[in-house]
């Protein structure tokens, strides 16, 4: 079953891609307020779970095939109101690149160390939790 937002707007399903001692971050073409870099994420369709979403998403904008291993969390999103869920995956196939050229503008494999110059105000408990222990 899809989820919405209090005020009916899709959820947004992220993907959490760890691959060779790293996770997947992309640079969206038009930033919401601060938030320039982010993982591969996009709205659940009716009908789709987050899991799919969040797997539907990342090949859409980066090319990469993935496998969601399990729903880390959800929540509303700080800064941008929307409902979030996060979801660990793998890479089964392909290069990450800008899949999306209207959508995004860059990608990168980022290693732990470096994840707060990408991402300074933090990022969601759950899915730091799962990057220290994957990356840490």
């Excluded at 899809?2 to 969206?28: E, S």
């Excluded at 969601?68 to 959800?74: I, M, R, S, T």
């Amino acid at each position: 079953m899809t989820q919405q937002n209090a005020d009916d707007r899709p959820a947004v399903a992220a993907a959490i891609v760890v691959h060779d001692n790293r996770v997947l971050m992309v640079r969206r073409r038009v930033s919401e307020g601060q938030l320039s870099w982010q993982f591969p994420a996009g709205k659940v369709e009716p009908g789709e779970s987050r899991e799919n979403a969040a797997v539907r998403e990342t090949h859409e904008e980066t090319g990469l095939k993935v496998n969601a291993l399990e729903l880390l969390g959800e929540r509303i999103h700080p800064v941008t109101g929307r409902l979030m869920s996060y979801t660990a995956c793998e890479v089964v196939s392909g290069t990450a690149h800008v899949a999306d050229a209207e959508e995004l503008d860059e990608i990168a494999w980022v290693a732990h160390a470096d994840i707060p110059q990408y991402v300074p105000y933090g990022l969601f408990e759950p899915v730091q939790q799962h990057l220290d222990a994957t990356l840490g």
